[in-house]
């Protein structure tokens, strides 16, 4: 059967996902990566992110996804231009020694977290870079879905899977956080609710010249709907999606993503269905951009909030429709169809709408989304964006 592929690596992954000893995350820190030449010296920063791409830039090796490794690279030249040696370390290193005393923290979660920031006095000031909905909110929800997927398959109780951001971490961040900034409006609401301070950035994508070309040719007739995504399958709202496409045999659905042990126990049936598809890794650099991707006008998302997808930032700017619940977080109504309620309904009704616009309505669609990824979403757009908050983090 087609989905016993993902079975072996998804088991391989989880076994992986459940072990968590100290232990140094390749590539090692990056430690004083230099302020900008000309800067006012500030003192020094420590960046809990991803130190690789930072590496790879020095080497002239640009990143090719945006979040989390664009994003990385984006703070550390912030941090430079605002006159900060920076040590740059992974979020789940477990091995890192501070180097002394920082005058300011930047941190993504991660298990590395809550042992960095209690070394860190009291005083330093703590930016928090949150990609999801506050975690006391997203689990709630997470739990309520997992739930109502058990009640609608007539399955025992689905228990959510363990999230690779543990709640731990994410609530000592918090406690030590001088200011949230968060990715897309919804993102950034729920930590305001929860009591913290925060502010709000957009996502960002990288597109190559051949696929800035794209928006360019007449879209094709395809009744192909694009969903990616990692693991968190029933977060990201896949149960209901294939549940949608197995009433709606004309439309078909594409996916590339892992599938957990859970969601394949749940689907294995449908997922054999015709009309529903997997991208292979091997595919997603060649066969996706030019068959998978000329046969799916359209993205779909019907997920939680996971701070403005980076494989839906990306599609905007390649001519894609999306397909979206309010929680997708992207920042206009005129280039996207709405999924009025997260729903197997709500998925189908939305999805037979798409499926019957006129090509014409199509394009303009495409070609508002593009008008809202260039607006809202490019590297540049980010890059001011992190400078803003610096100098206000600063003068404060």
Known sequence: MKCDYWQARLDNLWRSRHKRPAVRISPPPLCGFPATEGA?????????????????????????YFNPHGASLEWALALARQGFETDIVHYEDGLFEPRGDYQLVVAHVGSAVSRLLQLQAREVPIIRYATTAHWQWFEEQTASRYQALAVRRGLPHLPSPTRVLRSEDEQTLDGRAS???????????????????????????YI????????????????GFLYQGGIACVQKGLDLLIEAFAQERDLHLYLDTPLEPDVLAAYRSELALPNIH???????????????????????????????????VAGTALGRVPVVTE?????????????????????????????????????ALALAARDGFMRFFTPRAF??????????????
């Not at 003192?43 to 002239?60: D, K, S």
């Not at 990715?183 to 950034?188: D, E, K, W």
């Not at 609710?193 to 925060?198: H, K, P, W, Y």
């Not at 009025?340 to 394009?363: F, K, N, Y």
Request: net charge positive.
């Open 179 to 205: 200011l949230v900034v968060g990715l897309g409006r919804m993102t950034t609401r729920k930590y305001t609710e929860a009591g913290l301070s925060a502010v709000c950035i957009n996502n960002a994508a």
């Open 278 to 312: 997997f991208v292979r890794p091997s595919l997603r650099f060649a066969a996706v951009r030019r068959r998978v991707a000329a046969a799916c006008p359209f993205l779909i998302y019907a997920g939680l909030n996971s701070g403005q997808s980076t494989a839906l």
């Open 327 to 363: 929680t997708a977080d992207l920042p206009w109504e005129d280039g996207l169809v709405r999924i009025g309620s997260p729903t197997v309904e709500g998925v189908r009704e939305a999805i037979r709408r798409a499926a019957a616009m006129p090509l014409t309505e199509r394009h």
């Open 383 to 396: 890059a001011e964006s992190v400078d803003g908050v610096l100098r206000t983090v600063l003068r404060q």
């Open 208 to 223: 190559t010249p051949a696929a800035a070309e794209a928006i360019r040719k007449p879209m094709g007739s395809g009744k």
């Open 40 to 64: 006012a010296p500030r003192g020094r920063a420590l960046l809990i992110f991803v130190p690789g791409v930072v590496e790879g830039w020095r080497a002239g090796r640009l990143p090719v």
